[in-house]
């Protein structure tokens, strides 16, 4: 950080907490619900190494993912202001369950020996989470150069600069392996969990529909026909990838990563222009879109076609556009993920089938509580041979990403016509979660919106209901997975960080196939030198706009001062021009011989700040509302520490 602590501008908190705000009391509850929810759950799963207790088999190439994704946001818990013991503990499982994969062949050199990076992109939550919330620890820097190396390097063999292709769908530490694994030697209709994805190539003679699956000849010449054209060349999916390179930059700013970036994701960039604006998925081992798939832009592994269309590559496209971002500083790039948006949106009908129009749509209607008659809007999320298909509602974190990103009005609008016709009201705070700690969008951006005033407490309320739920859960069920379930403990994590995200760094959860987490504002602890907000005090962002942030902290410990370090951006990116606070005149707690409770009377107070930082002290009992003006990425992002530093004596 370049800005030292001891001389950022401070700004004394004056104003005395009257009413004690709900929001306020309902998070604090919630991180000590959280860090006793942890422990219980390490305590009932895991070995003395952080491993996890697991005597089952591993299948094929996957799981490797199944095994970080119970733990991917613990330091994200961490760097909120979880408890000081958290991040050793996080530390701790990341290497039992990297040494628990090695020994099951499944890991080299601490990395996955090859797979595809939908799943890569989940198995790295967990690492990079790890990188941002303890950015001095010298082990996890050398690490995260070296995995970025496994790429940014064509000695490694993941990547041809001429081709500027990610020479296959499988890759890692092992290099580039060949094939889908043989998982898929043979595709069966007896494989009856992937019946709901169809055919993955719909263009074989003589295999028109999922029952010709049953004849064992036709599976074989599906089996072998995906190994051939399905796991060979680059797919859009691998775009995920960037974020392993981009995170080894924010520690150095090495050119060497920042390069690859912008190279890699602007050939991509180039082929969605040559293809009218829409990301294709698939490129053939000479570097030529649909080289493999009779010259078509769709038909990739993870791709428009088959297994999950909009779901993977738009993650993936949104992924690598907000990396290009980071790295330099300018949002062209994401109209990668824009189009593909649009072309859906643009493609989408009315109909009260959503349940069960799509291949995914029963999940959405469960969590959203959507009963089958109701209208609403579908898109579709896959292209073939026969065109567009397989009708979804449109998934909102990726237009409430774009909006977040630059705040145009362009991005607004379209995020606020998607409310007509979702089916349900975007106030109501739906009580479900799932593993990627994401889904409650529409509450929020109508709270930052003006729309919703109540969001925060039913959005910690529900948190708090999340964790309950889990740790029953987990009392019910105190043993390792049955059947050799390797997704049993991520449906356990009693680790919920959605809703803390949201409301105290105003933004959305990390992309979940391989995102990293940014942030309007994140905290320090500048009295102990720790990321996080300090022990007792609570802060809610009510808004965030494209000139800054509102934001309220409050200190709910009785006796001790608090000293909050507030940083704009995630990584420092943004500056913070000037920051507008309430102050309160001296003795307004008034006279004794009075009945009254008075109700403090404050003044704006306007100061310039010119930093990525600044200190607010907090008296006990006391809050402050702080405007602060921000200019975005206006700084180069960077992992960026809390130091301590030193008290100042009340005047």
Same mark, same amino acid.
């Given at each position: 950080?370049?800005?030292?602590?001891?001389?950022?501008?401070?700004? @004394?908190?004056?104003?005395?907490?009257?009413?004690?705000?709900?929001?306020?009391?309902?998070?604090?509850?919630?991180?000590?619900?959280?860090?006793?929810?942890?422990?219980?759950?390490?305590?009932?799963?895991?070995?003395?190494?952080?491993?996890?207790?697991?005597?089952?088999?591993?299948?094929?190439?996957?799981?490797?993912?199944?095994?970080?994704?119970?733990?991917?946001?613990?330091?994200?818990?961490?760097?909120?202001?979880?408890?000081?013991?958290?991040?050793?503990?996080?530390?701790?499982?990341?290497?039992?369950?990297?040494?628990?994969?090695?020994?099951?062949?499944?890991?080299?050199?601490?990395?996955?020996?090859?797979?595809?990076?939908?799943?890569?992109?989940?198995?790295?939550?967990?690492?990079?989470?790890?990188?941002?919330?303890?950015?001095?620890?010298?082990?996890?820097?050398?690490?995260?150069?070296?995995?970025?190396?496994?790429?940014?390097?064509?000695?490694?063999?993941?990547?041809?600069?001429?081709?500027?292709?990610?020479?296959?769908?499988?890759?890692?530490?092992?290099?580039?392996?060949?094939?889908?694994?043989? @998982?898929?030697?043979?595709?069966?209709?007896?494989?009856?969990?992937?019946?709901?994805?169809?055919?993955?190539?719909?263009?074989?003679?003589?295999?028109?529909?999922?029952?010709?699956?049953?004849?064992?000849?036709?599976?074989?010449?599906?089996?072998?026909?995906?190994?051939?054209?399905?796991?060979?060349?680059?797919?859009?999916?691998?775009?995920?990838?960037?974020?392993?390179?981009?995170?080894?930059?924010?520690?150095?700013?090495?050119?060497?990563?920042?390069?690859?970036?912008?190279?890699?994701?602007?050939?991509?960039?180039?082929?969605?222009?040559?293809?009218?604006?829409?990301?294709?998925?698939?490129?053939?081992?000479?570097?030529?879109?649909?080289?493999?798939?009779?010259?078509?832009?769709?038909?990739?592994?993870?791709?428009?076609?088959?297994?999950?269309?909009?779901?993977?590559?738009?993650?993936?496209?949104?992924?690598?556009?907000?990396?290009?971002?980071?790295?330099?500083?300018?949002?062209?790039?994401?109209?990668?993920?824009?189009?593909?948006?649009?072309?859906?949106?643009?493609?989408?009908?009315?109909?009260?089938?959503?349940?069960?129009?799509?291949?995914?749509?029963?999940?959405?209607?469960?969590?959203?509580?959507?009963?089958?008659?109701?209208?609403?809007?579908?898109?579709?999320?896959?292209?073939?041979?026969?065109?567009?298909?397989?009708?979804?509602?449109?998934?909102?974190?990726?237009?409430?990403?774009?909006?977040?990103?630059?705040?145009?009005?362009?991005?607004?609008?379209?995020?606020?016509?998607?409310?007509?016709?979702?089916?349900?009201?975007?106030?109501?705070?739906?009580?479900?979660?799932?593993?990627?700690?994401?889904?409650?969008?529409?509450?929020?951006?109508?709270?930052?919106?003006?729309?919703?005033?109540?969001?925060?407490?039913?959005?910690?309320?529900?948190?708090?209901?999340?964790?309950?739920?889990?740790?029953?859960?987990?009392?019910?069920?105190?043993?390792?997975?049955?059947?050799? #379930?390797?997704?049993?403990?991520?449906?356990?994590?009693?680790?919920?960080?959605?809703?803390?995200?949201?409301?105290?760094?105003?933004?959305?959860?990390?992309?979940?196939?391989?995102?990293?987490?940014?942030?309007?504002?994140?905290?320090?602890?500048?009295?102990?030198?720790?990321?996080?907000?300090?022990?007792?005090?609570?802060?809610?962002?009510?808004?965030?706009?494209?000139?800054?942030?509102?934001?309220?902290?409050?200190?709910?410990?009785?006796?001790?001062?608090? @000293?909050?370090?507030?940083?704009?951006?995630?990584?420092? @990116?943004?500056?913070? #021009?000037?920051?507008?606070?309430?102050?309160?005149?001296?003795?307004?707690?008034?006279?004794?011989?009075?009945?009254?409770?008075?109700?403090?009377?404050?003044?704006?107070?306007?100061?310039?700040?010119?930093?990525?930082?600044?200190?607010?002290?907090?008296?006990?009992?006391?809050?402050?509302?702080?405007?602060?003006?921000?200019?975005?990425?206006?700084?180069?992002?960077?992992?960026?520490?809390?130091?301590?530093?030193?008290?100042?004596?009340?005047?």
């Amino acid at each position: 950080m370049d800005d030292p602590q001891d001389d950022l501008t401070r700004v @004394e908190a004056t104003v005395p907490v009257r009413e004690t705000p709900l929001w306020a009391v309902l998070e604090r509850r919630l991180f000590a619900v959280l860090d006793s929810a942890w422990r219980e759950f390490e305590t009932t799963y895991c070995g003395p190494d952080g491993r996890l207790t697991y005597g089952g088999r591993m299948h094929h190439r996957d799981g490797v993912d199944d095994f970080y994704e119970p733990f991917f946001n613990w330091p994200v818990l961490y760097r909120l202001g979880g408890a000081d013991d958290l991040l050793a503990s996080a530390k701790r499982h990341w290497a039992g369950v990297t040494a628990q994969l090695t020994e099951f062949g499944f890991v080299r050199d601490e990395y996955e020996v090859g797979y595809d990076w939908f799943h890569q992109g989940e198995s790295l939550n967990f690492f990079y989470a790890l990188c941002a919330a303890d950015p001095v620890d010298d082990a996890f820097r050398e690490r995260a150069l070296r995995f970025a190396r496994l790429y940014s390097d064509p000695a490694r063999g993941n990547y041809d600069p001429a081709a500027r292709i990610i020479v296959a769908p499988h890759t890692g530490s092992g290099g580039p392996r060949p094939g889908l694994g043989t @998982e898929w030697s043979e595709y069966s209709a007896h494989q009856a969990v992937m019946k709901p994805y169809g055919l993955p190539l719909d263009d074989l003679p003589g295999i028109t529909g999922w029952d010709d699956l049953y004849a064992e000849e036709n599976a074989q010449r599906m089996g072998d026909a995906m190994q051939e054209r399905l796991g060979r060349g680059d797919t859009a999916i691998n775009l995920a990838a960037t974020s392993l390179v981009t995170n080894a930059w924010l520690y150095d700013h090495d050119p060497e990563f920042a390069d690859w970036v912008v190279e890699y994701v602007g050939a991509w960039r180039e082929r969605a222009a040559a293809n009218g604006g829409l990301i294709p998925d698939n490129v053939g081992p000479s570097g030529a879109v649909g080289e493999l798939h009779d010259g078509h832009w769709y038909g990739g592994h993870y791709g428009w076609a088959w297994p999950h269309g909009l779901h993977s590559v738009e993650a993936a496209a949104m992924i690598a556009a907000v990396n290009e971002t980071l790295v330099t500083g300018g949002t062209a790039g994401l109209d990668l993920a824009r189009v593909p948006l649009d072309t859906v949106i643009a493609r989408g009908e009315v109909r009260t089938d959503a349940a069960s129009a799509g291949s995914m749509g029963w999940g959405w209607a469960q969590k959203m509580d959507v009963a089958p008659d109701v209208p609403v809007r579908l898109v579709p999320y896959r292209h073939g041979s026969n065109g567009w298909f397989d009708l979804h509602p449109v998934p909102l974190v990726y237009p409430v990403w774009l909006w977040w990103l630059t705040s145009e009005l362009a991005d607004r609008e379209r995020l606020e016509s998607l409310e007509q016709d979702a089916g349900f009201d975007w106030r109501d705070t739906k009580w479900f979660q799932d593993k990627e700690e994401q889904g409650h969008e529409a509450p929020w951006v109508s709270f930052l919106l003006g729309r919703n005033p109540g969001y925060p407490e039913a959005a910690l309320e529900l948190a708090l209901g999340q964790v309950a739920r889990r740790l029953a859960l987990m009392r019910a069920t105190p043993y390792g997975p049955p059947d050799d #379930d390797i997704h049993w403990w991520q449906r356990l994590n009693p680790v919920v960080t959605e809703v803390l995200t949201q409301l105290t760094t105003g933004a959305p959860p990390a992309l979940y196939n391989g995102g990293l987490a940014l942030a309007r504002v994140t905290f320090g602890d500048a009295l102990r030198g720790r990321p996080g907000l300090p022990d007792g005090v609570a802060a809610l962002v009510r808004e965030a706009d494209a000139d800054g942030v509102r934001l309220e902290l409050v200190n709910l410990d009785l006796d001790s001062r608090r @000293e909050v370090v507030v940083q704009a951006g995630a990584f420092g @990116e943004d500056r913070i #021009d000037r920051v507008v606070f309430d102050e309160a005149e001296d003795g307004c707690a008034g006279d004794s011989r009075s009945y009254l409770i008075p109700d403090p009377e404050t003044q704006q107070v306007s100061t310039p700040v010119g930093s990525s930082r600044l200190v607010v002290a907090l008296r006990p009992l006391h809050r402050v509302t702080l405007r602060l003006e921000i200019t975005r990425r206006a700084q180069t992002p960077a992992h960026t520490s809390f130091t301590r530093i030193t008290p100042r004596r009340e005047s």
